[in-house]
């Protein structure tokens, strides 16, 4: 049972614009949560990350928002650029503040596509 | 900056074979998890540790066997390979168990099994 779903195989948005990446999750133990993104023969890089006790967190053009209430949480990249065009992955942990080296849930990924 | 460093990069082998990969995580680090990804899918988290002990144990096959060594690099070890053990495995590490500290991945090793 996957417990990290990414809904959306790919998204392709024009350059300049807003892409949404959204993420949903069923274990209510996962407290926090991380955004990768990969290319193509290289390991996920680390993007960006949010706590259950936030509701938003920013760096730059990356903005995570986490609505633990609907289990839900979504990636704003603005404005997207080509370099963008990427598979990112949404993954959960429970380990904050609990201790052990947990490792990460997994969703099946989004592959963005950034049209010029 | 210094990543986590995997080797090999590339590995073929024949079922029923053995194989070894190895994990040198970013200095500093001390925990190191392993991850496998096969074609199409998410990484599937298969074992951690954390100052050379097992830490956490996911969905490894037990023909799978790791152990982090004194300089904190880690080496996964699969015997009897079957043909569905072909995939990508990744290596991550992080500093520490608690507190805000994201896993860092390797660029990892694709295993193709014949």
């Known amino acids: 049972d996957q417990q990290v779903k990414q809904n959306s195989p790919s998204l392709s948005v024009q350059e300049g614009r807003i892409s949404i990446l959204n993420c949903d999750y069923t274990?209510?133990?996962?407290?926090?949560f991380l955004w990768y993104k990969k290319y193509p023969a290289e390991g996920p890089t680390f993007l960006i990350s949010?706590?259950?006790?936030?509701d938003k967190n920013e760096d730059g053009r990356f903005t995570v928002f986490l609505n633990k209430s609907a289990k839900h949480l979504s990636l704003h990249i603005v404005p997207s650029q080509p370099g963008d065009s990427a598979v990112y992955f949404c993954a959960a942990s429970a380990v904050e503040g609990g201790g052990g080296a947990d490792g990460l849930t997994f969703g099946k990924g989004t592959h963005l596509i950034i049209q010029p | 900056a210094a990543g986590v460093i995997q080797s090999p990069r590339h590995l073929i082998k024949e079922k029923r074979e053995t194989a070894t990969l190895k994990c040198y995580p970013i200095p500093r680090h001390d925990t190191v998890y392993w991850y496998q990804q096969g074609p199409g899918q998410d990484p599937q988290f298969l074992i951690s540790f954390y100052e050379k002990m097992q830490s956490d144990k996911g969905s490894i096959p037990d023909r799978f066997s790791a152990q982090q060594f004194s300089d904190y690099h880690s080496e996964l070890n699969m015997s009897s390979l079957e043909l569905g053990d072909s995939a990508l495995y990744f290596c991550a590490s992080r500093y520490g168990t608690s507190g805000r500290y994201e896993q860092y991945f390797g660029p990892g090793t694709r295993l193709t099994v014949t």
């Open positions: 949010i706590s259950s006790i936030k």
């Open positions: 274990n209510s133990m996962f407290d926090y």
